[in-house]
Every structure is written in structure tokens, then in C-alpha cells.
């Protein structure tokens, strides 16, 4: 059990650029999170995807957001166009299928809009 | 509208004694409710969860009371030492199918003196 690997750790663009994180879930785990995180605040769903079926997303996931995991292992989540309002911890976390398995998270990605 | 709340952003105890976390929720919907601990630069990670068919889970130094009729749950920390000093975080979900689908509290920094 290698844990949810998350890349970069930190990134740093310019307001209008666009970013895509990636991230490596545990490796028996069919699903996957992508949750945000502000200051202050704890961490909010954004999306999932259970193996490369995206099933839900949060009404906080605009249009210049899109999740991918196109063979079911690892995901990247892109923004497109960024705003200053997107400066925020992206935290990737993989479960197992089924009843009370909880979430493991990664570090994270922490974005800075500049 | 904040679903989960926790209303103490932060605790202090002296090592030995007991910590208490509080965590009140609205959403009489919700049927599992987790708890997670968070160290700086680090995700969170899962530390105790409860169904809402129990009103306690005990997990060595670590129990989760759950009081369905005031909407309460809490977390104690007994006895609390040094390394448990981080970030608490409650959470819940509606059906303990969709745990990775979890509504945050705002945290509360524990910090436990030696």
C-alpha cells in the first residue's frame, strides 16, 4: 500500500492559465474523490468516479473544470482558464466499493492564482 | 449553508488528560459519520467513523458518541498525547454505501501541551 500519490505538490499560474493535476490512487481501490479545499474551511466533493465512470459531480465544479480517469486508474483534473477564486488545496482520495470503506486521502495540490 | 459544523476552531489540554471534539449537523438525511485528522502538509486521514444504528464506537484511546436526537456527535481523545496534536475534522454521509461522499466540518485545531 503505496498511498494516493498527488503531482504537483504545489503549483504556481498565472490568472487565465490552464492546470491539470494528477493523481494515483491506491491501487485496489475502484474509486476515486477529488475534493477542494480553502483556508479555514474543511475539504468540499467536488467529483468521483467509480473505476472510469465519473458519477457525480458538485454543482462547485464549473464548466472550466474537467475530471478525467480514462482506464480507471489514475485521474487528472484540469482548469481551464483560471480565476483568482480557484487558489485552493486539490486533495485526491480512493476508496474501496462498499459500505463504511473510508476515504484515503493524498497530500494534495496546493494552487496559487496569481 | 453549513451542514456540519463545528464550533470550537480550536482546544488546548494538557497530555494525560481527556479532549473533547464536538460536531452538530442539520441534515437529518445523514446515517455515517466519520472523523479525520490532519497534519500540516499532509491529507487528511481517517481516524473513526460511526453509523447512525449505534450511538458508540470505541477504537482504543479514540470513541465516537453519536446523539441522533440533538444532531451531536463527539469525539474523545483519551488519554490525549503530544502527537495528537493536529486538525480534526467530522464528516457525513447520506447512505453508508456512499461514504466517499462526505459533507466536512470546519475543523478544529487540537494542540495538546506536555
Known amino acids: 500500500d503505496t498511498g494516493v500519490s498527488q503531482d504537483p505538490r504545489h503549483k504556481i499560474t498565472k490568472r487565465g492559465q490552464n492546470v491539470t493535476f494528477r493523481c494515483d490512487p491506491i491501487s485496489e481501490h475502484n474509486r476515486l474523490y477529488w475534493y477542494r479545499q480553502t483556508l479555514g474551511q474543511g475539504p468540499e466533493f467536488l467529483t468521483y468516479f467509480q473505476n472510469e465512470a465519473q458519477l457525480e459531480k458538485s454543482r462547485l465544479l464549473s464548466d472550466r473544470f474537467s475530471a478525467e480517469r480514462p482506464k480507471g486508474s489514475f485521474s487528472t483534473l484540469e482548469i481551464q482558464r483560471t480565476e483568482q477564486g480557484d487558489s485552493a488545496m486539490y486533495l485526491c482520495?480512493?476508496?474501496?466499493?462498499?459500505?463504511?470503506?473510508?476515504?484515503?486521502f493524498g497530500n494534495g495540490t496546493r494552487l496559487t492564482v496569481t | 449553508d453549513q451542514q456540519v459544523k463545528q464550533n470550537s476552531p480550536s482546544l488546548s489540554v494538557q497530555e494525560g488528560r481527556i479532549s473533547i471534539l464536538n460536531c452538530d449537523y442539520t441534515?437529518?438525511?445523514?446515517?455515517?459519520f466519520l472523523w479525520y485528522k490532519k497534519y500540516p502538509a499532509e491529507g487528511p486521514t481517517f481516524l473513526i467513523s460511526?453509523?447512525?444504528?449505534?450511538d458508540k464506537n470505541e477504537d482504543g484511546r479514540f470513541t465516537v458518541f453519536l446523539n441522533k436526537s440533538a444532531k451531536h456527535l463527539s469525539l474523545h481523545i483519551v488519554p490525549s498525547q503530544p502527537g495528537d496534536s493536529a486538525v480534526y475534522f467530522c464528516?457525513?454521509?447520506?447512505?453508508?454505501?456512499?461514504?466517499?461522499?462526505?459533507?466536512f466540518g470546519q475543523g478544529t485545531t487540537l494542540q495538546v501541551k506536555p
Open positions: 441534515n437529518s438525511m445523514f446515517d455515517y
Open positions: 464528516a457525513a454521509s447520506k447512505g453508508s454505501s456512499n461514504t466517499g461522499k462526505l459533507i
Open positions: 482520495a480512493s476508496s474501496k466499493t462498499g459500505g463504511g470503506s473510508p476515504l484515503h
Open positions: 460511526i453509523s447512525s444504528i449505534k
